[in-house]
C-alpha cells in the first residue's frame, strides 16, 4: 500500500484480530478507504466511545456502561440461584444465543496455566465465591474448556468454594477433549449443560 506509515500501522493493529493476516487487514482498510464517510468515519467515533465508555466489571468480568451499573451481577430485576462460570466473553455470548441457560454469568477473562502473565487475581476467582455467598447461589456451573488448562481452573474453582454451601457442577457429555466454549455448536452447548455433573471433592 504504497509504504505509507499511517496505513502499514493500521495493517499491523488489524492483523492481531483473531482469524485476520495482513492481506485481510489490507482487503478491509481499502473497504474503509472506499468509504470514508460510511464506514470509516462513524467506526472511528465508535470505537472512541467504546474506549471512553465500556470497561470489564471489576466483580463478574463481564463487559458494562461506565454510565450505569453492570446488568449482569448489580441488576435487582432478577434473581438467580445459579452463576455459570465462562473463560471469556465470547463463551458468555455463545452460551446466551443458545437460550438453554438462565442465570447470572462470571467471567474469568482466561485459565490458571504457566504464563507469567496470567495471575490467580486476574481470575476473579476471589469475586466469584463473594458473589456465591451474597446472592446465596445454589450451583456454581463450570463451563471453562475441555483443556488441560480449563480443567486445572475447574478444580481450583471448586477448591476455592469448598467452604460455602453449593453445588459445583461442571459441562459433562456433549463437550469434546480440547473444545472450546465459543466454537460449539447449540446442540452440542444444550447436551453439555443438560448433562452437567457435580465435581466432587478429590480423598487422598
Known amino acids: 500500500m504504497q509504504n505509507i506509515d499511517e496505513i502499514e500501522k493500521l495493517v499491523r493493529i488489524i492483523s492481531k484480530l483473531p482469524g485476520l493476516g ?3 487487514a489490507k482487503r478491509i482498510i481499502l473497504k474503509l478507504i472506499n468509504s470514508r464517510d460510511e464506514l470509516m468515519k462513524p467506526m472511528a467515533n465508535s470505537l472512541v466511545e467504546v474506549y471512553k465508555n465500556v470497561s470489564r466489571c471489576k466483580t463478574c468480568g463481564t463487559l458494562k456502561s461506565n454510565s450505569v451499573g453492570c446488568n449482569n451481577c448489580e441488576t435487582d430485576e432478577k434473581k438467580y440461584n445459579k452463576i455459570c462460570v465462562v473463560e471469556t466473553l465470547a463463551d458468555q455470548w455463545s452460551i446466551e444465543n443458545s437460550n438453554i441457560y438462565q442465570g447470572y454469568f462470571h467471567i474469568l477473562g482466561g485459565t490458571l496455566s504457566s504464563s507469567i502473565n496470567q495471575r490467580k487475581e486476574d481470575l476473579l476467582i476471589s469475586s466469584l465465591v463473594e458473589r456465591a455467598k451474597k446472592n446465596f447461589i445454589e450451583e456454581v456451573i463450570i463451563a471453562t474448556s475441555a483443556t488441560v488448562e480449563g480443567q486445572t481452573t475447574a ?5 476455592s468454594l469448598k467452604d460455602i454451601n453449593v453445588k459445583v457442577s461442571k459441562l459433562a457429555q456433549g463437550l469434546p477433549v480440547g473444545g472450546e466454549i465459543e466454537s460449539l455448536d447449540d446442540g452440542t452447548l444444550f447436551s453439555a449443560f443438560k448433562n ?5 471433592n478429590n480423598s487422598d
Open 155 to 159: 478444580h481450583y474453582i471448586k477448591d
Open 22 to 24: 495482513p492481506k485481510s
Open 196 to 200: 452437567r455433573s457435580r465435581i466432587e
